[in-house]
């Protein structure tokens, strides 16, 4: 997997939409970029994946610029509940091995009121 | 939708007690995987699982530490004789094949060893 880079942690407010950018500058040709959420004492949630430019769901968007070195989560209008944990991982995820994933200290997010 | 489900939530043990966790992956999935996290730490890759034998496993999954598919629906990681600090969450994940596909946790396990 491909060694990623993202903020410690963030702080914001209710009703913001928050952006957590990751750098990837090794990412390769094959691999994809994975975000996971954690609350505590839970197991890691996905929220998003995608290859290149911009991917969307009822949770998040995911901007991925051309050069793919780099990729921004966004979660709009944030409310209490959003606050944890979130990684970015990038690998193959092609399954067989080789293929746990690798989490890095993420980022914790604290949203206040 | 379907999920990953684990049992128990928390187990208490004495050291040098076996523990067996078991995990009942999302019912399409093939491959499956253990995790664990000890209390404020990264989450940690233990093993890997696909087509009745291990994938992959890192350096923590010693020894000690086994994994079955006793049947179709369930997946267990045995602790042989555990220790102090094997006390962590212990997650179980599954995915379906094909590149790109994501792994889905289960809620954990809360295992202390004292």
């Known amino acids: 997997l491909a060694k990623t880079t993202q903020p410690i942690s963030m702080d914001s407010y209710e009703g913001q939409e928050v952006n957590i950018t990751c750098s990837h500058n090794?990412?390769?040709?094959?691999?994809?970029i994975t975000w996971y959420q954690q609350f505590p004492s839970q197991g890691p949630r996905f929220i998003i994946q995608?290859?290149?430019t911009k991917v969307t769901n009822e949770v998040a968007s995911l901007f991925i610029p051309a050069d793919r070195k780099s990729s921004t989560l966004s979660l709009p209008r944030v409310s209490l509940s959003d606050t944890a944990v979130y990684y970015c991982?990038?690998?193959?995820?092609?399954?067989?091995?080789?293929?746990?994933?690798?989490f890095g200290k993420g980022t914790h997010l604290i949203i206040q009121p | 939708e379907p999920e990953v489900t684990q049992t128990p939530s928390h187990q208490v043990t004495q050291m040098g007690q076996e523990v067996i966790l078991r995990c009942v992956p999302i019912?399409?999935?093939?491959?499956f995987y253990w995790y664990r996290q000890i209390l404020g730490q990264k989450v940690e890759f233990l093993v890997s699982?696909?087509?009745?034998?291990?994938?992959?496993k890192s350096e923590i999954f010693d020894d000690q530490f086994s994994v079955e598919r006793p049947d179709g629906s369930n997946f267990t990681l045995k602790i042989r004789s555990t220790k102090l600090e094997d006390s962590a969450m212990y997650f179980c994940?599954?995915?379906?094949?094909?590149?790109?596909?994501?792994?889905?946790f289960g809620p954990g396990t809360r295992l202390l060893v004292l």
């Open positions: 994940a599954s995915r379906k094949p094909g590149q790109g596909e994501t792994q889905y």
């Open positions: 699982f696909y087509n009745n034998e291990i994938s992959e």
């Open positions: 090794n990412i390769a040709t094959n691999d994809y």
């Open positions: 995608g290859y290149k």
């Open positions: 019912s399409n999935h093939l491959y």
């Open positions: 991982l990038v690998g193959e995820f092609r399954g067989g091995g080789a293929d746990g994933l690798t």
